[in-house]
């Protein structure tokens, strides 16, 4: 294999690059495509709409409360992102930095939890919510998340890795543990904080198959599972999918420009949990 | 490993607290979190099982016992036998070439350059892409009509596929679909792997004359592996529960031929109403899923390189 000239490196590899990136976010550029089309245009050929209408957008939003589906992924997203962080700092705190009976034992016993995947569960789960009678309720999408063994098990570690010196000198100051938690712990827990919250924020607003079973009215539909309800309903519309579809990919597409490092961190992060 | 746990966490002799001692503390902390554990995850599993060993009525209000009928019929069941195929089948194709396309991207990106920040956020990007909205685009790029796919084989003379409804065609498209939507998660992994092999280890290589290939080969890959050996088992585990992606572009057709294993169990409980039967398959999914992840750490554990 013959050596390339070093002045043609640069350019080949940012022309590989491009050639790249723009392969990989294809089907998103030919569903914004779409969304921009009128009826007539839809078929037309080409990746840019030849006339570039927001017909779509205006049907799309007449038709479907996609506010209101918006509006139910955020309340949920934000609710268990909430309680997560809520129940992993103080169980991860407990478990790395209270002295306790039994300690050890709790710590395998969480650790053995990240094992069980939701496919499992979901059946007793289902009707356990329905004997509670929250079918078609907020509580059910968010209650069951809120105690996630990840989040416990990241927190623990973080908060493990923290000089013991810190507590140490505070525990003399006379603080208690909550003050600890709340004061020593947390503000210097803060980076592992924010990646768990984009990474459950994210899984959370990604659900499907639990909210497809826990939810038949419109009203209570979260962002995904009202997207497959519009491909059910809209089967020739596809301007008016792809405009649902753009509109729900806004907050996470976002948050995540916004966000990125957090984000990758998350990822990073909850993937080395094995 | 990535991030290495520095344990700091002597204990101090600075203060003496006996054994114990703080145990209402701690229960302050932990019991919160620990009864919702015990109530929505820990006592659901244990009903999965109790579930497995039951059976409903034709009306589904009462339950007897069965014992291991569930599971006797389960295996001599066809249609479960064939989603089992379907869903290996599937997870063969989405894992190869997930781990391929994110290992390209992330090659790419690892080490700076002038503009990396600007390719990373593209090549990380379907992350932030919801599995209904990337099936969705997928669904219309594949469109027999408008889709893109299309008219570029129509462009070089080929006849337009049946993408998502041939029985041959729909599920290794449908893996397609996934390995697209999986690849930022792999990128940003791997990514974060290559980041901890050491530069100068290239240098050293470049000094002795080592190919990029060779460097590739015998730096990057054996120092990677660890990373790798996590990657695949995360996208393993991950292809094997799919199921939002297949619900929106197929439905488990055409002719059953995408009813993957999580779909079945969809199916037959919320369709046939057979909960008992659906949670025996759940629970042997379950067992399949802890067996990959052990045979995994056992047969490729010892092999990876942990430097």
């Given at each position: 294999m013959g050596r390339l000239p070093r002045w043609l490196e640069k350019p080949l590899f940012y022309l590989a690059l491009g050639v790249y990136a723009w392969l990989l976010v294809l089907p998103l550029l030919t569903l914004l495509s779409a969304s921009?089309?009128?009826?007539?245009?839809?078929?037309?050929?080409?990746?840019?709409?030849?006339?570039?209408?927001?017909?779509?957008?205006?049907?799309?939003?007449?038709?479907?409360?996609?506010?209101?589906?918006?509006?139910?992924s955020l309340v949920v997203s934000l609710s268990v992102t909430l309680g997560v962080l809520l129940v992993s700092a103080s169980m991860g705190y407990a478990l790395a930095r209270v002295r306790f009976i039994g300690q050890s034992l709790l710590f395998g016993f969480v650790v053995s939890l990240l094992l069980i995947p939701g496919e499992v569960t979901f059946l007793p789960l289902y009707l356990m919510v329905q004997q509670f009678g929250w079918i078609n309720t907020y509580w059910a999408l968010t209650v069951p998340f809120i105690a996630a063994p990840l989040g416990i098990f990241l927190l623990r570690q973080f908060i493990r890795s923290l000089p013991q010196d810190l507590f140490d000198a505070a525990r003399i100051d006379g603080a208690g543990h909550l003050r600890i938690l709340w004061h020593v712990a947390l503000p210097l827990t803060a980076?592992?904080?924010?990646?768990?919250?984009?990474?459950t924020f994210l899984s959370t607003w990604n659900m499907y198959l639990w909210p497809l079973v826990?939810?038949?009215?419109?009203?209570?539909?979260?962002?995904?599972?009202?997207?497959?309800?519009?491909?059910?309903?809209?089967?020739?519309?596809?301007?008016?999918?792809?405009?649902?579809?753009?509109?729900?990919?806004?907050?996470?597409?976002?948050?995540?420009l916004l966000a990125q490092r957090a984000f990758v961190r998350g990822i990073t992060l909850g993937g080395l949990k094995g | 490993?990535?991030?290495?746990?520095?344990?700091?966490?002597?204990?101090?002799?600075?203060?003496?607290?006996?054994?114990?001692?703080?145990?209402?503390?701690?229960?302050?902390?932990?019991?919160?979190?620990?009864?919702?554990l015990l109530i929505f995850l820990v006592w659901p599993t244990l009903n999965a099982f109790w579930l497995s060993f039951h059976r409903e009525n034709l009306l589904g209000t009462q339950r007897e016992w069965v014992g291991l009928a569930n599971y006797a019929e389960m295996?001599?069941?066809?249609?479960?036998?064939?989603?089992?195929?379907?869903?290996?089948?599937?997870?063969?194709?989405?894992?190869?070439?997930?781990?391929?396309?994110?290992?390209?991207?992330?090659?790419?990106?690892?080490?700076?350059?002038?503009?990396?920040?600007?390719?990373?956020?593209?090549?990380?990007?379907?992350?932030?892409?919801p599995t209904a909205?990337?099936?969705?685009?997928?669904?219309?790029?594949?469109?027999?009509?408008?889709?893109?796919?299309?008219?570029?084989?129509?462009?070089?003379?080929?006849?337009?596929?049946?993408?998502?409804?041939?029985?041959?065609?729909?599920?290794?498209?449908?893996?397609?679909?996934?390995?697209?939507?999986?690849v930022g998660f792999t990128a940003i992994l791997l990514?974060?792997?290559?980041?901890?092999?050491?530069?100068?280890?290239?240098?050293?290589?470049?000094?002795?004359?080592?190919?990029?290939?060779?460097?590739?080969?015998?730096?990057?890959?054996?120092?990677?592996?660890?990373?790798?050996?996590?990657?695949?088992?995360?996208?393993?585990?991950n292809s094997l529960t799919a199921f939002g992606q297949i619900h929106l572009l197929t439905r488990g057709g055409p002719a059953e031929s995408t009813m993957v294993w999580v779909y079945r169990i969809y199916q037959d409980a919320f369709f046939n109403f057979r909960f008992s039967y659906a949670s025996a398959q759940a629970v042997a999914l379950f067992l399949v899923l802890l067996l990959l992840a052990g045979l995994q750490f056992r047969w490729f554990g010892r092999r990876v390189h942990y430097g």
């Open positions: 921009f089309r009128s009826d007539a245009d839809l078929y037309a050929p080409g990746l840019l709409p030849p006339r570039p209408t927001l017909e779509a957008y205006q049907e799309a939003i007449q038709k479907y409360p996609v506010g209101r589906y918006l509006l139910n980076p592992a904080l924010g990646a768990l919250a984009a990474l826990v939810i038949n009215n419109a009203a209570m539909q979260t962002a995904q599972i009202a997207i497959a309800r519009v491909v059910s309903v809209e089967v020739t519309s596809w301007n008016v999918v792809a405009a649902v579809s753009i509109l729900v990919l806004l907050p996470t597409l976002l948050a995540f | 490993m990535m991030v290495k746990e520095q344990d700091f966490s002597r204990r101090s002799s600075a203060y003496h607290v006996r054994p114990g001692g703080e145990t209402l503390e701690a229960l302050f902390l932990l019991a919160p979190g620990l009864i919702l295996l001599r069941d066809p249609a479960f036998w064939r989603a089992v195929g379907a869903t290996f089948l599937f997870a063969a194709i989405v894992v190869p070439v997930q781990i391929f396309l994110g290992m390209v991207a992330a090659l790419m990106v690892a080490r700076p350059f002038p503009g990396v920040n600007f390719f990373r956020t593209l090549f990380f990007l379907t992350t932030a892409v909205v990337a099936a969705v685009a997928w669904g219309w790029f594949l469109h027999p009509v408008g889709g893109l796919l299309n008219r570029w084989l129509e462009a070089m003379g080929l006849p337009p596929q049946p993408w998502l409804t041939s029985v041959e065609l729909a599920l290794p498209t449908l893996a397609i679909v996934t390995a697209w939507a999986g990514t974060a792997g290559l980041q901890q092999i050491p530069e100068d280890l290239y240098e050293a290589a470049r000094i002795d004359g080592a190919s990029a290939w060779r460097q590739f080969w015998h730096i990057t890959l054996p120092l990677l592996s660890p990373t790798l050996f996590l990657v695949a088992l995360l996208t393993v585990l």
